[in-house]
């Protein structure tokens, strides 16, 4: 059985055989859809059956006790990083049953070396992290951030090194560069400053200002940071919800600077990654020819060469689709915090199979959060940390 992004369990895993000799003849059945669908996909003669992980909890139950994989893969295991998350409790129950596991990852821990322990559990049943994270906490870290007796974030206790955390996996982890084994074609990262002109420049300055000074004097904690950081990207990318939910534009001035690269890339296709839906429905409205990826359609035709934009999520193709056969170049017109998502979405293009020269744009707003944003991914330091450092340091200024 193999655990996959919905996308991933739906193309990758039955392409990806097609293209290797010694894979080319496996059976796969596909256990996604309806619960007939999934019913009928494991009632087949399959060797390799394929499920998106939203589905395990259901898989667990419907099997219960007859749990009959006796090997499972779990594609992209940074997924399972929460040990509260249904979906680890479900697997964890069975795992028991299960001889033979691997798990594959890019982003291991994207958040600190916290996010190991539940994917080591999978690993080993508790041996080299403990048989509870309250154990490897306990044993490695100490409170970083907190607010009373919630504890917001962990660091590593003086006394410990990663190295003393990595002693204790080495054995059953396997850690490898694409740069030691493939020779892929350079990756250019270019950072396109777009200037929002004095008049909006000074609206944007008023609203940053009015959107922060609503938090008050309470100490910012991750969750009012993170709603503080949405309305500044907003505002950054061009346009805002109001408390009805209602979408109000400010500028254009991204959507500009994206239409200029297009015209000079013309005739190449071009991905997008965007953020909130009233960037998806702006960009829907400046660029007709513009679609959306939502299905193993759109995954096949853009590596068909067919679309000329597309515009992608990345949550929901930041993990394991092919998508280097259709283009080579790739536009952030929204900025993400989120390190893993990234730097995931990134190797959608610039992986195994892409021929071309990868060229990856970031669209960023001068003098906004945009700037913090960016400041954050190229440190690698993208997350909840950088998140609430930029917002604190955001807030002092507009206090003066």
């Known amino acids: 059985m193999v655990i996959a992004p919905k996308h991933v369990a739906e193309v990758t895993w039955t392409d990806e055989a097609a293209e290797w000799e010694h894979t080319k003849d496996l059976r796969i059945s596909v256990v996604v859809g309806s619960q007939k669908k999934r019913l009928n996909a494991l009632d087949a003669d399959a060797d390799l059956y394929v499920i998106n992980r939203e589905n395990v909890v259901w898989l667990v139950s419907h099997y219960g006790k007859a749990w009959p994989f006796d090997m499972v893969v779990i594609d992209e295991s940074s997924s399972f990083k929460n040990p509260q998350a249904k979906r680890f409790r479900a697997l964890r129950k069975v795992r028991p049953a299960i001889k033979r596991i691997v798990e594959l990852t890019g982003t291991p821990s994207p958040n600190g070396l916290l996010d190991l322990w539940s994917q080591i559990y999978l690993l080993d049943g508790g041996k080299r992290l403990g048989k509870y994270i309250t154990h490897f906490r306990s044993e490695f870290f100490t409170p970083d951030k907190r607010s009373g007796a919630i504890v917001y974030s962990w660091k590593l206790k003086k006394t410990k090194k990663p190295e003393d955390v990595y002693k204790r996996i080495r054995d059953v982890v396997v850690s490898m560069k694409s740069s030691d084994y493939l020779t892929l074609p350079p990756v250019t990262m270019n950072v396109i400053h777009v200037q929002l002109g004095e008049k909006v420049m000074k609206v944007y300055k008023q609203m940053e200002k009015d959107f922060l000074l609503e938090a008050g004097d309470?100490?910012?904690?991750?969750?009012?940071?993170?709603?503080?950081s949405n309305k500044l990207l907003q505002l950054a990318n061009g346009a805002v919800y109001?408390?009805?939910?209602?979408?109000?534009?400010?500028?254009?001035?991204?959507?500009?600077?994206?239409?200029e690269i297009l015209e000079s890339n013309?005739?190449?296709?071009?991905?997008?990654?965007?953020?909130?839906?009233?960037?998806?429905?702006?960009l829907k409205k400046a660029f007709p020819n513009a679609r959306e990826l939502k299905t193993a359609q759109d995954i096949h035709d853009w590596n068909a060469g067919t679309v000329p934009l597309m515009l992608v999520h990345p949550m929901s193709a930041g993990h394991g689709l092919n998508l280097q056969h259709g283009g080579h170049i790739a536009i952030w017109f929204s900025l993400t915090w989120s390190l893993e998502q990234y730097m995931q979405a990134n190797k959608r293009l610039h992986r195994p199979g892409q021929k071309e020269p990868v060229v990856?744009?970031?669209?960023?707003?001068?003098?906004?959060?945009?700037?913090?944003?960016?400041?954050?991914?190229?440190r690698k330091r993208g997350g909840q940390d950088a998140l609430l450092e930029a917002v604190k340091a955001r807030m002092k200024e507009v206090r003066k």
């Open 360 to 378: 990856i744009h970031h669209l960023v707003a001068k003098g906004t959060i945009d700037e913090d944003v960016m400041d954050a991914l190229k």
């Open 218 to 228: 309470e100490e910012i904690t991750a969750m009012s940071a993170a709603t503080l």
């Open 266 to 282: 013309e005739g190449k296709p071009v991905m997008v990654f965007y953020y909130f839906q009233h960037d998806l429905a702006r």
């Open 242 to 259: 109001d408390d009805a939910h209602a979408v109000h534009e400010i500028h254009r001035a991204k959507l500009d600077a994206l239409a």
